[in-house]
T-cell receptor
């Protein structure tokens, strides 16, 4: 089936520390794995994505890794800042461009 | 501002009623996606249209229907509403052609409350 599991559902980290969110996907996912950030009262926004022909991608303090054999991918945020507090969603594409999201991780950055 | 416009922003109605949510995609985007966001369920994929044609269907109830018009705007119709339909409904648009995946641009959502 088409399913994306995301963990943890809630994560609290001290400002300046790193945060890691993990997702696994079911067999039939294709080649595109985006991550979205949703701030309060807004729609989700893409922060980084990875395609299955690469294993890792980095953009400043954000990085994503993909392990196709294990069917999992992870989001890493380093040197966390207060503005990183939000809900983060991973997603995977399936047939016919269907983009399925995980249930989200609420990230709290503690002062 | 994502360039995707959703109306209305808020809607309160009673059980058994019917509502229509409207979405205008970003200029030039041919794909429109609809998602339902409830408290514990994340973003549930409902349906996708590409250039006026239905392309993919998710867990959309039979009481719900959607369409994309020639001017590319889309409407999501929700009928025989139940308390459990209360949620935030997001529309998103995307530029890549059919068969290719790319960034989704989300609107700010329509919050539906069924009393």
């Amino acid at each position: 089936g088409e399913n994306v599991e995301q963990h943890p559902s809630t994560l609290s980290v001290q400002e300046g520390d790193s945060a890691v969110i993990k997702c696994t996907y079911s067999d039939s996912a294709s080649n595109y794995f985006p991550w979205y950030k949703q701030e309060l009262g807004k729609g989700p926004q893409l922060i980084i994505d990875i395609r299955s022909n690469v294993g890792e991608k980095k953009d400043q303090r954000i990085a994503v890794t993909l392990n196709k054999t294990a069917k999992h991918f992870s989001l890493h945020i380093t040197e966390t800042q207060p503005e990183d507090s939000a809900v983060y969603f991973c997603a995977a594409t399936y047939t016919d461009d269907k983009i399925i999201f995980g249930k989200g991780t609420r990230l709290h950055i503690l002062p | 501002d994502s360039g995707v416009t959703q109306t209305p922003k808020h809607l309160i109605t009673a059980t058994g009623q019917r509502v229509t949510l409207r979405c205008s995609p970003r200029s030039g985007d041919l794909s429109v996606y609809w998602y339902q966001q409830s408290l514990d369920q994340g973003l549930q994929f409902l349906i996708q249209y590409y250039n006026g044609e239905e392309r993919a269907k998710g867990n959309i109830l039979e009481r719900f229907s959607a369409q994309q018009f020639p001017d590319l705007h889309s409407e999501l119709n929700l009928s025989s509403l139940e308390l459990g339909d209360s949620a935030l409904y997001f529309c998103a648009s995307s530029a890549p052609p059919a068969g290719e995946s790319g960034e989704l641009f989300f609107g700010e959502g329509s919050r539906l409350t069924v009393l």
